[in-house]
């Protein structure tokens, strides 16, 4: 069975500090992936996805992040945090040939001024 | 185009009664879904609609129905509210091939 960790609940940076939001995967074969962003009160909304091809994915906000077969792994970077990133942010995989997709439990991020 | 439209966007009911939690997406999207959020616990799958007149359990289906009643809509049944049922519903949409799902704003909804 699919299934996703996020190892961190809560990361709190400062303002301008580079950030890496951890995400690993647990899957026969490498699934679709994904990252979302949630504020306060608000959906969810995707920052960046993986299907095949450069490992490395750009999304929106600055966001960027890596796809690592071997570690099953897929973090998040940014390489300065803005206050305005300060929000929960999600993990999921997707299995190919389906459209069911499995979310992690969350990271809270914190930004200090 | 509003998107993924969720109504109510607040209710609370009483142990054992029912309600149907009602989502809507104009964007011409195949597939529908029902997720919960709690705290420390992430989104997790009830039911999805993978395309039209389809539908199939997630994580935690139990004490929970759907009607995916055509393309556009997918609702949420809770034939008899526990306070379990407790939580922030999300419905969402994907567009075949992207696998994008655009999400709505949430039903916050609290059983005593």
């Known amino acids: 069975a699919q299934s996703v960790t996020q190892p961190d609940i809560h990361i709190t940076v400062s303002e301008g500090a580079s950030l890496e939001l951890r995400c690993n995967y647990s899957?026969?074969?490498?699934?679709?992936l994904f990252w979302y962003v949630q504020s306060p009160g608000q959906g969810l909304q995707l920052l960046l996805k993986?299907?095949?091809?450069?490992?490395l994915v750009q999304g929106i906000k600055g966001f960027e992040a890596e796809f690592k077969r071997s570690q099953s792994s897929f973090n998040l970077r940014k390489p300065s945090v803005h206050w305005s990133d300060a929000a929960e942010y999600f993990c999921?995989?997707?299995?190919?040939?389906?459209?069911?997709?499995?979310f992690g439990t969350g990271t809270r991020l914190k930004v200090l001024a | 185009n509003a998107g993924v439209t969720q109504t109510p966007k607040f209710q609370v009911l009483k142990t054992g009664q029912s309600m149907t939690l009602q989502c809507a997406q104009d964007?011409?999207?195949?597939?529908m879904y029902w997720y919960r959020q709690d705290p420390g616990m992430g989104l997790r799958l009830i039911y999805y609609?993978?395309?039209?007149?389809?539908?199939d359990k997630g994580e935690v289906p139990n004490g929970y129905n759907v009607s995916r009643l055509n393309k556009r809509e997918f609702s949420l049944r809770l034939e008899s509210a526990a306070p379990s049922q407790t939580s922030v519903y999300f419905c969402?949409?994907?567009?075949?091939?992207?696998?994008?799902?655009?999400f709505g704003p949430g039903t916050r909804l609290t059983v005593t």
């Open positions: 969402a949409s994907v567009a075949g091939g992207a696998h994008e799902q655009y």
């Open positions: 899957y026969g074969a490498t699934p679709y």
């Open positions: 964007m011409n999207h195949n597939s």
């Open positions: 993986y299907f095949s091809g450069d490992t």
């Open positions: 609609s993978a395309s039209e007149g389809t539908t």
């Open positions: 999921a995989v997707g299995a190919r040939g389906t459209y069911k997709y499995i």
